[in-house]
């Protein structure tokens, strides 16, 4: 499955320190709020959702903010190493892969020269056609310095810090919390992309983009059936796909889909955020240490 949210799923690489990543990948509850037809107003007329901001997103991490915190992972891990005379060879960062954004197709695919391309692959993003290289796993001495564990180990007579340097990377990172993007910012991300996917004015306009794809010869109940046929999943995109992908787009901006379900769930976002202000002013003020943090190291402040 690529990378990307149409799905509601929260995807967060929480560390990636010497080739060891942990990533938190999981589906929010599904449980529709009820719609009042309050909030979501008249749609704006939009054709693609790349560059699309949701409220929610203050609260969880771009990619590039990710990047920032693994770099700053990785030289914190490496200055712990060398003070313990060991070395290891750190992965490169691997090229990017998957969608642009955290909001590129979470409502599907909406470009339409991609899909004259790619179909609903990624082209050169594709992590299908860019198999990541495993790096080499730390051993003895090594492994011992990265990983550790109750902290009661000794390397060349110091002893190794509670996890290790990656732990001791993270709490220089993170302090007592955890690294990366709280829970709560990922549930509600998951939780109003599945509960407007059940409002009526979002059902509607999946109505409308499904009656468009029947005129042009293709069967399907909404954007993210079209784009999660079973028949597009192959490596390499197949000429149906691309024949599909094009009447996606073109249907999606002929009915506002965009439009209609990004101001939909724009105002349940605003709902939930109102729920939840004081936990989400602390998950806010947690990141924003963190990005300090890390950039001071990146920096090298």
């Known amino acids: 499955m690529l990378r990307h949210l149409a799905d509601g799923r929260r995807i967060s690489v929480t560390a990636a320190v010497g080739g060891v990543i942990l990533l938190v990948s999981g589906c929010a509850g599904n449980s529709p709020a009820p ?9 704006p007329v939009l054709r693609s959702s790349a560059d699309l ?6 609260y969880l991490f771009s990619d590039a903010e990710l990047g920032t915190v693994k770099q700053a992972m990785r030289t914190l ?11 290891h060879e750190f992965a490169p960062p691997a090229a990017p892969l998957g969608p642009r954004s955290l909001m590129d197709r979470r409502y599907g695919l909406t470009d339409q020269r991609l899909a004259g391309a790619f179909g609903y692959h990624l082209g050169e993003r594709d992590p299908r056609t860019h198999p990541v290289a495993e790096p080499s796993p730390p051993v003895g001495k090594a492994l011992t310095v990265l990983s550790g564990s109750g902290g009661s180990e000794k390397v060349n007579g110091m002893r190794v810090p509670a996890r290790g340097c990656a732990g001791e990377a993270e709490r220089k990172i993170a302090g007592s919390g955890g690294l990366g993007p709280v829970d709560l910012a990922q549930d509600l991300n998951g939780k109003s992309f599945h509960d407007t996917r059940a409002d009526r004015r979002v059902a509607e306009v999946f109505g409308a983009w499904s009656g468009c794809m029947e005129d042009k010869g293709f069967s399907y109940p909404d954007p993210l059936a079209a784009m999660n046929d079973r028949r597009f999943q192959g490596k390499r995109p197949v000429p149906e796909e691309i024949r599909v992908a094009v009447a996606d787009v073109d249907c999606k901006a002929r009915t506002d889909v965009v439009g209609v379900w990004f101001k939909v769930e724009t105002a349940y976002q605003k709902s939930l955020i109102a729920k939840h202000r004081k936990a989400l002013n ?3 003020a947690q990141k924003n240490r963190q990005l300090a943090a890390a950039r001071a190291v990146d920096s090298g402040g």
């Open 282 to 284: 602390a998950a806010l």
């Open 35 to 43: 719609d009042d037809g309050r909030g979501a107003g008249k749609a």
């Open 53 to 58: 901001r949701l409220p929610i997103q203050d």
């Open 77 to 87: 891990a490496q200055e712990c190493m060398r003070r313990f005379k060991v070395s």
